[in-house]
C-alpha cells in the first residue's frame, strides 16, 4: 500500500501558473526500475484525463497540456511535481496523482495502482 497526498491546487487567472506536489513518501516503487509515475485530471462532466507520465526518465503529455505542463521526480525528497503554465480556463478540473510497482512501456493506465485524493485547480478568465 501507498499513501499519495496532493497540494499545490487554488485559483488562478488564465496565463497563469501553479505548481502541484504528490507526497509519496510510503511508496517503495521509488526503487522499482519498472515504476511509473502519472497525473490525471477530471472535470466536471468529463471523463478522467491522462496528462502526464513518467517512467524512468521518459515522460509523456496529453495535446492538451503538451509545451505547458511539466511531470518531475524529486526522489529526494518523494515527491511527484507538475509545474503548470500559461492555464487556461479549461484547465479546470480536480487533478491527482498516481503510481505502478510494475508498468508497460507505454503506460498503460491500468498500471496505475495507487492514487491520491485530487486537488481542485480552477483557472478563471
Known amino acids: 500500500q501507498a499513501q499519495l497526498v496532493e497540494s499545490g491546487g487554488g485559483s488562478v487567472q488564465a496565463g497563469g501558473s501553479l505548481r502541484l506536489s504528490c507526497a509519496a513518501s510510503t511508496w517503495r516503487g521509488w526503487t522499482y526500475a519498472r515504476s511509473c509515475v502519472g497525473w490525471f485530471r477530471q472535470a466536471p462532466g468529463k471523463d478522467r484525463e491522462r496528462i502526464a507520465t513518467?517512467?524512468?526518465?521518459?515522460?509523456n503529455y496529453a495535446d492538451s497540456v503538451k509545451g505547458r505542463f511539466s511531470i518531475s521526480q524529486d526522489h529526494s525528497r518523494r515527491t511527484i511535481d507538475l509545474q503548470m503554465n500559461n492555464l487556461q480556463v479549461e484547465d479546470t478540473a480536480i487533478y491527482y496523482c498516481?503510481?505502478?510497482?510494475?508498468?508497460?512501456?507505454?503506460?498503460?493506465?491500468?498500471?496505475?495502482?495507487?492514487w491520491g485524493q485530487g486537488t481542485q485547480v480552477t483557472v478563471s478568465p
Open positions: 498516481a503510481v505502478g510497482d510494475d508498468c508497460y512501456d507505454d503506460i498503460r493506465s491500468s498500471d496505475f495502482q495507487y
Open positions: 513518467r517512467m524512468r526518465a521518459t515522460t
